[in-house]
């Protein structure tokens, strides 16, 4: 199974690399802030996942240091961004 779950994470950290790039050249400050960046709920929809599981994603790539997770929730969503 944990070819799976790998698979899964790497997809959801595309996503979020595509996402965050984009950021990056619409604005000058890297990361941007925090308003801007992508939340869990965007992420799940795109990589077709529930959002209990993308968010178990995220930590997990947080906790690999792979990702950083907002400090606060913007409008009650916790936001991503990579870790430059």
């Known amino acids: 199974m944990m070819g799976y779950q790998n698979q899964r994470k790497e997809e959801v950290m ?5 996402k965050c790039n984009a950021l990056k050249e619409q604005f000058n400050e890297s990361p941007p802030p925090m308003i ?11 990589a077709q996942l529930d959002i209990y599981t993308a968010r178990l994603v995220l930590m997990k ?3 690999e240091n792979r990702v950083k997770m907002s400090e606060t929730k913007v409008m009650n969503s916790l936001c991503w961004f990579v870790n430059l």
């Open 14 to 18: 595309e996503i979020l690399e595509e």
């Open 36 to 46: 801007n960046w992508p939340r869990t709920r965007e992420l799940a929809d795109q």
């Open 61 to 63: 790539l947080a906790d």
